[in-house]
């Protein structure tokens, strides 16, 4: 149904903490444009930021612009750059993290808990769109969450009930602009190719409203799949860094497997997006008929899930691969071959191929300490328990 008028004030009340700073980022665009409005008539305490991606030659004068109105409202108002050199790859991807970091270092600075994010039930329909053309399972057809945390800060949308036509019929009531962006008719981009489908697909009835209560009701079955796939997961062991499969994992339904390896591969890689769709069929496939196989820098060999050696990272922001803390004197490698020679791995009770991706500390071809095998003065952690990953969203 439209959603208008009280009604959209009605959204940023219910969806929205009272008795708290609510952040917003702010494009300048209609969407975010209408979500401070609106924040604002419902009589809630914001600020705004901004992040000027540089991506265009526009960008900073339109930040500026955004910050004028903002100081024209009364309201405090940042703008964050993005700085960056030459890009290559997915570049609208890169934008996006880019800019969730640059927000959320923003509220942390500023003490706010909670940033409103102005996407609507257009955008839901166009991700689900976009799942469907990666042949996505039921997680990736679910759309966008309505809330989650990121560097601990709560992100909220509150408007995916709401129409991006209809926010701007209702900024055009009291007269309030909004900035066009013209990469959002640029159909190099899979978000603008999905947007024109939708109108394509409107003659069969196929709207944007549909689809996004589709995506809301797919939403609701994989929470209650959640369910199953977390208690499932006492079928998967953690040792060392690596999980061990359980007799009892080949007996769950396929669709719990398939999860339960996505959480696993998500544990151990640290990716920040799942593996295709035919590529974890594969995988599958040769965990059902015993095989070794790989996945993302992940390998699945004799009822084991590990990392894959060559796809082993080096430390950043403070844990090796991701995943483990690491103390002790020395440059921390993965032990390998050359380490599992060097100390009295098997006294662990766990396979070699376990043992040789754990870290390492060596002072050039001397091994120094061992940490998951005991040996030496050092200590090493996986700094996030599987249980609390993926499995507990």
């Known amino acids: 149904m439209p959603v ?21 980022a702010l494009s300048g ?5 209408a979500l401070l409005h609106l924040c604002l008539a419902a009589g809630l305490r914001v600020e705004a930021v901004t992040v000027d991606h ?13 910050a004028a109105a903002c100081a024209a409202l009364g309201l405090r108002h940042e703008v964050r750059v993005w700085e960056h050199g030459a890009l290559a790859g997915n570049v609208m991807d890169a934008a996006r993290r880019a800019r969730m970091a640059l927000v959320a270092d923003w509220a942390r600075g500023r003490g706010i808990g909670c940033v409103a994010l102005g996407h609507t039930r ?53 007269g309030i602009p909004w900035v066009d962006d013209p990469s959002n008719e640029d159909a190099r981009y899979q978000r603008v190719r999905a947007r024109r489908a939708l109108t394509a697909l409107e003659p069969l009835g196929i709207t944007a409203a549909g689809l996004a209560t589709v995506a809301g009701n797919l939403a609701r079955a994989q929470a209650a799949l959640a369910l199953q796939v977390r208690a499932a997961g006492r079928h998967l062991r953690e040792a060392a860094g690596a ?19 996505l959480a696993a591969v998500g544990w151990l890689a640290g990716a920040d997006y799942p593996p295709r769709a035919a ?28 990392r894959e050696a060559r796809a082993l990272r080096g430390i950043e922001g403070g844990l090796w691969d991701g995943r483990w803390r690491v103390t002790g004197a020395g440059e921390v490698r993965a032990l390998g071959d050359a380490g599992l020679r060097l100390c009295d791995w098997r006294a662990t009770g766990l396979p070699r191929a376990v043992m040789a991706v754990t870290p390492g500390l060596w002072q050039g071809d001397r091994l120094l300490a061992a940490p998951a095998a005991g040996f030496g003065a050092a200590t090493a952690t996986v700094a996030r328990p599987f249980h609390l990953f993926g499995l507990s969203d």
């Open 54 to 66: 540089r991506l265009r030659a526009e960008s900073a004068a339109e930040a500026a612009g955004v």
């Open 122 to 174: 257009d955008d839901q329909a166009e991700t689900l769109l976009m799942g469907l053309a990666r042949s996505a399972g039921l997680t990736g057809l679910s759309g966008m969450r309505p809330g989650f945390a990121l560097d601990g800060v709560r992100f909220l949308r509150p408007l995916l009930a709401a129409g991006r036509a209809e926010l701007r019929d209702w900024l055009r009531g009291p």
């Open 279 to 306: 590529d974890l069929a594969r995988f599958l496939a040769a965990m059902r008929e015993g095989r070794d196989a790989t996945l993302a820098g992940c390998r699945h060999r004799r009822g084991w899930l590990l």
């Open 29 to 33: 665009g209609g969407d975010s444009t």
């Open 243 to 261: 999980l061990q499969l359980g007799p009892e994992f080949r007996d769950e339904p396929e669709e719990i497997r398939r999860q339960l390896v």
């Open 4 to 24: 208008t008028g009280d009604r959209l004030v009605g959204l940023l009340r219910d969806g929205l903490p009272a008795g708290e700073v609510i952040g917003v």
